[in-house]
Structures are given as structure tokens and as C-alpha cells.
């Protein structure tokens, strides 16, 4: 059963422009969220998080939203640019006492920033 | 800044032989994590330990155990590696289990069974 969900495998956009990440979940437990870049040949690097008590994290240019009533967040790239071109996994965490410690990635989104 | 290191990049090995793939973080962390990404599948978590000589089973150990002998190194084995095992392997590290950090990874190690 996949708990966290990444519906587009792929998404283009053009330089300058809104770039938005999806990312859907059904465990109401999951308590805190995460998003990775990875780059090809690379590990996947830690790009940004948003805690379920809050709806809003802004780090620069990329903003995460929590909507924990429709179980979905997503990721805003503003401007996007070229170096922007990656996968990006989604991540939650699951509080449940003894594991607490696993994280469930989504299958990611490859992200195209054309120039 | 967190660096975690994978030993090698590619690894080819034959069906049945047994596999040891390390992974060394330099940042004292307690929590280090195996996954194996594969195509369509995203990240899936094999093994994980909080502290040396400890681990837990993650989401797909079945053919993989785990080493920890000292805090800084992690090693992941398949006991009799199969075609099946040919995946990208990723090492990761985190600070602490309870805080909600961010999991470091090292930069993969591609292996091919043939």
C-alpha cells in the first residue's frame, strides 16, 4: 500500500516561471514532511520540511504547503531555474512511538526547468 | 557539513557470491539507514540501525543483513546476491531519532548482479 504519493512522474516548465510539486498521503499519522532534490548520479539532498502543525515553510525560493484536511502538501518553486532540474521525492514521517524513525518516500517527480 | 561515504560507485558481482557494500559518516550520527531506489519505485527503506551493534528490519530486508560494529560505519551484505538484487544502494545518516532532521545521503552505489 503506497502511503505517500506522487502522481506526475514528470513536470516542464519554463525559466522564470512556477514551478509546483505534488504529493498526496493517507496515514493521518505522519507528523512531519520532507523534501529531497536529487540530481543523477547523487544521493538525494535535503531540500526543505514543514512540521503537520503548521501549513506554510518558506526557505528562499521554495515554499511547502500542508492541507492536512485533503492529505496532500506540495512543493513551490518561485523563480524556477535551470539548476532546479531534478528529481524531488516527497517524504513523511511516521509518529508512532518505536517508529518513529522511518521515513516513506513517494517515487518522485523528475522536474524539467527548460531555459 | 555531513559527509557520508559510500565505497564504491559501480560494483559488478556474480549471482550467489556474497556482497558487502560500506558506507562512513564523519559527523558522529546515531541513525544510519540502507535504501535501494529503483525505477517507478522511488526509495525503499532495506535496514536501519540507532546504535552500533543495533538494527531494525526496515520495509524489504528479505536477502540483506546489516553490520554496525562502530558508530561511524554501516555495512550492508547480501548473503547470496541475485539478479533481482541489481538496484542503486543509498546510504543515509541522521542526528538523532527523535528530532524530525533530515536524513544525509552518501551518492550511491550502483551494483549489477550478473
Known amino acids: 500500500d503506497q502511503q505517500v504519493k506522487q502522481n506526475s512522474p514528470s513536470l516542464s516548465v519554463q525559466e522564470g516561471r512556477i514551478s509546483i510539486l505534488n504529493c498526496d498521503y493517507t496515514?493521518?499519522?505522519?507528523?512531519?514532511f520532507l523534501w529531497y532534490k536529487k540530481y543523477p548520479a547523487e544521493g538525494p539532498t535535503f531540500l526543505i520540511s514543514?512540521?503537520?502543525?503548521?501549513d506554510k515553510n518558506e526557505d528562499g525560493r521554495f515554499t511547502v504547503f500542508l492541507n492536512k484536511s485533503a492529505k496532500h502538501l506540495s512543493l513551490h518553486i518561485v523563480p524556477s531555474q535551470p539548476g532546479d532540474s531534478a528529481v524531488y521525492f516527497c517524504?513523511?514521517?511516521?509518529?508512532?512511538?518505536?517508529?518513529?524513525?522511518?521515513?516513506?518516500f513517494g517515487k518522485g517527480t523528475l522536474l524539467t526547468v527548460n531555459p | 557539513d555531513v559527509k557520508v561515504t559510500q565505497s564504491s560507485r559501480y560494483l559488478v558481482k556474480r549471482t550467489g557470491e556474497k556482497v558487502f557494500l560500506e558506507c562512513v559518516q564523519d559527523?558522529?550520527?546515531?541513525?544510519m539507514f540502507w535504501y535501494r531506489q529503483d525505477p517507478g519505485l522511488g526509495l525503499r527503506l532495506i535496514y536501519f540501525?540507532?546504535?552500533?551493534?543495533?538494527?531494525e528490519k526496515g520495509d524489504i530486508p528479505e536477502g540483506y543483513s546489516v553490520s554496525r560494529e562502530k558508530k561511524e560505519r554501516f555495512s550492508l551484505i547480501l548473503e547470496s546476491a541475485s539478479t533481482n538484487q541489481t538496484s542503486m544502494y543509498l546510504c543515509?545518516?541522521?542526528?538523532?531519532?527523535?528530532?524530525?532532521?533530515?536524513?544525509?545521503f552518501g551518492d550511491g552505489t550502483r551494483l549489477s548482479i550478473l
Open positions: 540501525s540507532y546504535d552500533v551493534k543495533m538494527k
Open positions: 514543514i512540521s503537520s502543525i503548521k
Open positions: 543515509a545518516s541522521s542526528l538523532d531519532i527523535l528530532y524530525p532532521g533530515p536524513q544525509h
Open positions: 559527523m558522529d550520527h546515531e541513525n
Open positions: 496515514n493521518s499519522m505522519f507528523d512531519y
Open positions: 517524504a513523511a514521517r511516521l509518529n508512532s512511538g518505536g517508529s518513529n524513525y522511518k521515513l516513506t
